[in-house]
């Protein structure tokens, strides 16, 4: 899922700020009006509909952690380090040198809010934890087990599709391919 067009250098946050302002300007008069003369896709449709709502509250999608964090995880199974699973995740993220606090995580239950996350953060990598989290990153339907331990893009953002720390306390020999998924991420983030 590579993006063909290349990214430019960011624009300074004052110049940052006035296209925000513009765009959502442009954007609220299109909503009032109603005056869609472009074709928009419903990605954009769904975006425009719901414009100036919080849209992590939509769709169930939920996250939380920093704006800029080096890493952010999609869960899969929605845990957010809760329970035995959390607390395993908890685990793995200290053996990474990282904890819950400076990690982005969220949920994957709508691919458009989970990848416009993901391109919010601009992580330096993405651990996608669980069948779905994998679908939702990759765009692929193949099985967990034979997507985990490859390095896939994401816009330019390296993504590792592994195990969801549940699948770990059901199995614990899936445990050291997990590890050796995450040391890949730790040497593609500079991480640890």
């Known amino acids: 899922m590579t993006d063909p067009t290349p990214i430019s250098a960011p624009p ?9 302002q513009d765009l959502s300007q442009y954007l609220d008069f299109q909503k009032k009006t109603g005056a869609f003369r472009l074709d928009l896709s419903p990605e954009t449709l769904d975006i425009l509909s719901s414009w100036g709502q919080n849209f992590s509250a939509r769709a169930g999608f939920r996250s939380q952690g920093p704006a800029s964090a080096a890493v952010v995880l999609v ?19 200290a053996a990474m040198n990282l904890s819950p606090d400076t990690v982005s995580i969220c949920n994957a239950p709508d691919p ?18 669980g069948e779905q989290a994998a679908r939702v990153m990759t765009g692929s339907k193949t099985p967990l087990a034979a997507l985990r331990g490859q390095v896939f893009d994401f816009q330019g953002i390296p993504v590792m599709p592994t195990f969801h720390p549940k699948q770990l306390v059901a199995d614990p020999a899936l445990k050291r391919p997990v590890w050796e998924d995450l040391q890949q991420v730790m040497k593609l983030g500079g991480i640890g």
């Open 12 to 20: 300074s946050a004052g110049d940052l700020l006035d296209i925000v």
């Open 75 to 93: 869960d899969g199974q929605d845990i957010f380090f809760t329970g035995e699973a959390g607390q395993l995740l908890i685990k793995i993220l």
């Open 112 to 129: 458009v809010l989970v990848q416009r996350h993901v391109r919010s953060v601009r992580p330096r990598v993405v651990i996608a934890l």
